[in-house]
Every structure is written in C-alpha cells, then in structure tokens.
C-alpha cells in the first residue's frame, strides 16, 4: 500500500520531464560515441598512412641491409602504437556502448513503470517496437535496412584494426630476425625486435586489465 502511494505521488508532468531527460542523456551518450570514434579515427588514418608511406621507402631501399633493417624498426615502432590505439578504440566504443545501454534500460524500466500515467502506448515503449520482417534484408547488396547494430560494427573497426597491426607487427618481426644475422649491431636490434612487441603487450594488458581506465560506476555492483 505504502509503495503504490509512493508511487503515485509523483504528477503526469514530472514523469514526463524525468523521461525527457534520460531521452537526452542517451541521445547524447550516441553523439558522443561518433564524435570520440571520429577524433580515434585520425590517429588510425594517419598511422595506415604512416605505414604505406614507409613501405614504399621500404620498395626503393634497394636491398641494403642495414636500411632495410631500420625500416623495420620502424614499422615496429609503428605496428606498436597503432596496436595501442586500436586497444583504445575498442575499449572507448565498448565504453560508450555501455552507458547509453545504462540509460535505454531506464528508459524502458521507467516506461514500462509508468507508460499508463503519461499515456504512451504499450507498443511505443522502448523494447517492444519492432522492426517488421517485410522491411528487413541483411544483404549488403540490397537498400533496405538490416539488422546490425552500428555500435558493434564500430567495435568491430577496432577489432579489425588490432588484428591488422598484430599481423604487421609479427610480420616485420620476423623479417627483422632474418636481417639481423647480416647487419652488424646484434644486439641493439635483437633487443628492440623482441623488447618492442613485449611493450606492446604490457600496455595492451594494463589498459584493458587495469582499474586505471574502468568506470567506477559501471562495476560498482561486481
């Protein structure tokens, strides 16, 4: 008795108003997920860039041993901080991801709570709109709308990203084993070949395993 009196204390205009502001915090919550991806994605832009450079200087090298083989520390180098920037992008598109799912889950608990008192139809409730079949073709050679989520396909940039640069990056170290034998600093490059992957790793690790970058909020309930 005491909860339903609760309940009711609040006015029309009051539900309304709450409703209106979580609708603003998740719509700016998707905004700022393609804004954070567009500033990501110029660093990214500029390291594939960065890269083709190199290796068009790689193809005009001539095959001098020693050239070629600061090439390839050089992309090293490069496979290394594009890695880290594509940890980045994933964590920060998983990251906005999240919060805007933390506020359609209170939109649709508040409508569903609420949806007689501020007459909204059942069927416009967030979570019970649909998508009718008729409308639906997943074929990327078709007009009509599909069923994909843009916010997993931009995770899934950053995956592919990762998974580019990781292949770079073992690639080029590889080759360097090969060059090393014939150039004359052994150890400076044996010790960068193999120390620059290691790093990679450790940041890759701190960043996503690390309580550094994760949001109190979000895992206050763990």
């Not at 994605?41 to 083709?52: D, H, P």
Request: glycine share 4%; hydrophobic share 45%.
């Amino acid at each position: 008795m005491a909860s339903k009196k609760n309940k009711n204390k609040y006015q029309k205009e009051d539900l309304i108003n709450t409703l209106n502001k979580l609708y603003k915090c998740r719509d700016l919550e998707i905004s700022n997920l393609w804004q954070r991806s567009i500033f990501l994605s110029v660093f990214l832009i500029l390291c594939f860039t960065a890269y083709g450079y190199l290796m068009l200087d790689l193809v005009k090298v001539n095959y001098n041993v020693n050239i070629l083989n600061k090439y390839n520390i050089a992309c090293l180098l490069l496979s290394s901080i594009s890695i880290i920037f594509s940890v980045i992008w994933i964590l920060m598109a998983k990251a906005s991801k999240a919060w805007y799912e933390v506020y359609e889950s209170a939109i649709s608990k508040f409508e569903y709570q609420h949806f007689k008192r501020i007459n909204l139809p059942y069927e416009n409730i967030m979570g019970e709109m649909i998508f009718q079949k008729d409308q639906r073709n997943d074929s990327i050679f078709t007009t009509k709308g599909g069923a994909f989520s843009p916010s997993k396909i931009n995770i899934a940039i950053g995956q592919i990203s990762l998974i580019i640069w990781i292949i770079v990056m073992i690639s080029h170290s590889v080759y360097n084993f090969t060059l090393i034998h014939l150039t004359g600093n052994h150890i400076i490059n044996t010790v960068l070949t193999i120390a620059l992957p290691l790093i990679t790793i450790i940041i890759v690790l701190y960043i996503n395993l690390s309580k550094y970058v994760k949001s109190g909020f979000l895992i206050h309930n763990e």
